[in-house]
Structures are given as C-alpha cells and as structure tokens.
C-alpha cells in the first residue's frame, strides 16, 4: 500500500513539475485541461503595473488567450479578429484577456497596430506561460526577436498559441491549443463556443 500511495505522489510531482517546465517542441507541449484551474500569478499590464490575474477573472467570463508577440504577423491577425469580434464576446457575458511574453511598453504598440481595446497583459518570464503548459524551447532564429520584445527578459520560451475560455472561479470550460502557430480559432467558432457554454 505504502509503494501504491509513494507511486501516485511521484506521478502527481511529476504532473505538477511538467506543467512549469519548458517543452523541446510545440507538439511536446503538456497544457491544463479543461476543467482545472488558471494559477494565480503577477503580470504586468500595458501601463507597467503588477495585475493579478485572478482578479481580472473573477469580474466576470473570459477568453483568456496566450499568443507569441507582437512581432508575429499571424498574432496580430488574430489580435485584430479578436477586436473585431468583442462586441459579439461581450454581449455574451465574457471580456477578452491576451497574454505575451512582450514587455509591457511592446504591449501599448500591439494595442495600437491591431486596434485593440480589450486587455494586453506582459509575462515576459513565462511565469504563467510555463503554468499553463504551453511553453517550449524557441527555435534559435527566434531567440533575437524575443530577447528585443521581451526587453531582455526571454531569451528561450514561446507560448504556443492558446485560448482558454474560463469562468469567474478561474476553472477551464473550453480550450483551443494549436502548435501549428499558423493556425487559429476562428471568430466564429470562438463565438459559438461561447453561446454553447451559456
């Protein structure tokens, strides 16, 4: 009995320990699942202040989505989508929350670029990245772009694209994981979802 329980903490270490780690590839990715919990850590918003992001998901419903940079043409495509779609996301009861590994002063220039008025925030450690599972090793021409945007603090890491629909007590309801980085939700299928867990 004592082996069984020691064999089962082991794999919950293990467990625990593989979502804060750094995956070699995007398809070795180990992301939450539906039905846990988004941790509560610190990031920075596009003014430079400290937000916890249990605060942000308790004032109601929300598409928190995880997305590699500014600098990436296929983001700032579906950043824009994002914005053309909010009105739609919000008379469904939800608000949009997206989260990069850019600094907090890249943010405010995604924002203007991709007409963005809902929510930016900056994990330039990866901090939340690396907890929900969806961080992995950079190819190596991506480690300048990053290091720049990141204003030195990431070097390695890249989210891979994520959306995560998540209700007030920061549980997942909904998620959508595509290591392929070309290819995302669509505004539709995103609202439709959102009707569906109405």
Same mark, same amino acid.
């Given at each position: 009995?004592?082996?069984?329980?020691?064999?089962?903490?082991?794999?919950?270490?293990?467990?625990?320990?593989?979502?804060?780690?750094?995956?070699?590839?995007?398809?070795?990715?180990?992301?939450?699942?539906?039905?846990?919990?988004?941790?509560?850590?610190? #990031? +920075?918003?596009?003014?430079?202040? $400290?937000?916890?992001?249990?605060? &942000? /998901?308790?004032?109601? %419903?929300?598409? =928190?989505?995880?997305?590699?940079?500014?600098?990436?043409?296929?983001?700032?495509?579906?950043?824009?989508?994002?914005?053309?779609?909010?009105?739609?996301?919000?008379?469904?009861?939800?608000?949009?929350?997206?989260?990069?590994?850019?600094?907090?002063?890249? #943010? +405010?220039?995604?924002?203007?670029? $991709?007409?963005?008025?809902?929510? &930016? /925030?900056?994990?330039? %450690?990866?901090? =939340?990245?690396?907890?929900?599972?969806?961080?992995?090793?950079?190819?190596?021409?991506?480690?300048?772009?990053?290091?720049?945007?990141?204003?030195?603090?990431?070097?390695?890491?890249?989210?891979?694209?994520?959306?995560?629909?998540?209700?007030?007590?920061?549980?997942?309801?909904?998620?959508?994981?595509?290591?392929?980085?070309?290819?995302?939700?669509?505004?539709?299928?995103?609202?439709?979802?959102?009707?569906?867990?109405?």
């Amino acid at each position: 009995m004592k082996k069984l329980i020691f064999i089962f903490l082991a794999t919950l270490t293990w467990a625990a320990n593989a979502q804060n780690m750094i995956a070699k590839s995007a398809t070795d990715i180990t992301p939450l699942l539906i039905g846990e919990k988004i941790p509560n850590l610190t #990031l +920075k918003s596009s003014d430079n202040t $400290d937000v916890q992001i249990s605060d &942000l /998901l308790k004032k109601k %419903k929300t598409v =928190l989505v995880f997305y590699r940079g500014g600098w990436c043409p296929y983001c700032n495509m579906h950043l824009q989508a994002l914005a053309e779609a909010e009105k739609q996301v919000m008379d469904l009861g939800y608000q949009i929350i997206a989260v990069s590994p850019d600094s907090a002063e890249n #943010l +405010k220039m995604t924002a203007e670029k $991709d007409k963005v008025k809902y929510t &930016l /925030l900056s994990d330039s %450690k990866g901090e =939340l990245i690396k907890a929900m599972g969806i961080a992995f090793e950079a190819p190596e021409n991506y480690k300048s772009v990053i290091n720049v945007n990141s204003n030195g603090m990431n070097t390695s890491f890249l989210p891979v694209p994520s959306v995560f629909v998540v209700n007030p007590q920061s549980d997942i309801l909904f998620e959508y994981v595509s290591p392929d980085f070309k290819h995302r939700i669509t505004t539709e299928l995103l609202v439709s979802v959102l009707k569906n867990l109405k």
